[in-house]
């Protein structure tokens, strides 16, 4: 297992707070090898951000990687892991916690800071996420009923 994996990660909400999603996508050698998109429920862009580095964290754990590079266009996850910003929302802090706490099974990793352009991939897959949630939503709001024989006419 020479390879390091590479993580692109990515929150997204609709209304801060409103329905969030995750996207991750997972790289070795250059090469997709696993895809995530997930809704999150109600919560804030920063908390849907950390979602989906502590997702990150742990699929990188599952797949038994030390050193892992993760890639974030998030300037807060970014400050807040380097000490550069202090974390005040408690449950940002709650997050950040479980960030430490599944940080310290890596050997190392390497946080890389990246232009949104080149977090595409993530993004579309947490906005993709958002749509197919909001789309059930709005199902559920209808109720269909068969028709009925006679009404064919």
Known sequence: MSNILDIYIDG???GNPGPA????????????????SQAIGIA??????YTALIYALKEALNRKR?????HTDSELIYNQLKGTYKTKNEKIKS???EVQQL??????????????EQN???????????NKEQAKVVASKF????ESPSSKG
Do not use: H
């Open 44 to 49: 804030t862009n920063n908390i849907a951000e």
């Open 143 to 146: 109720y269909f009923e068969e």
């Open 95 to 97: 997050l950040f916690a």
């Open 12 to 14: 997204a909400c609709v």
């Open 120 to 130: 595409r991939d993530a993004d579309g897959l947490a906005k993709k996420a958002i």
């Open 66 to 70: 030390s050193i892992i590079r993760l």
């Open 21 to 36: 999603a995750i996207g991750i996508v997972v790289k070795e050698g250059g090469k997709v090898v696993k895809k995530l």
């Open 103 to 116: 940080a310290q099974q890596f050997e190392r990793i390497e946080m890389k800071q990246i232009p949104r």
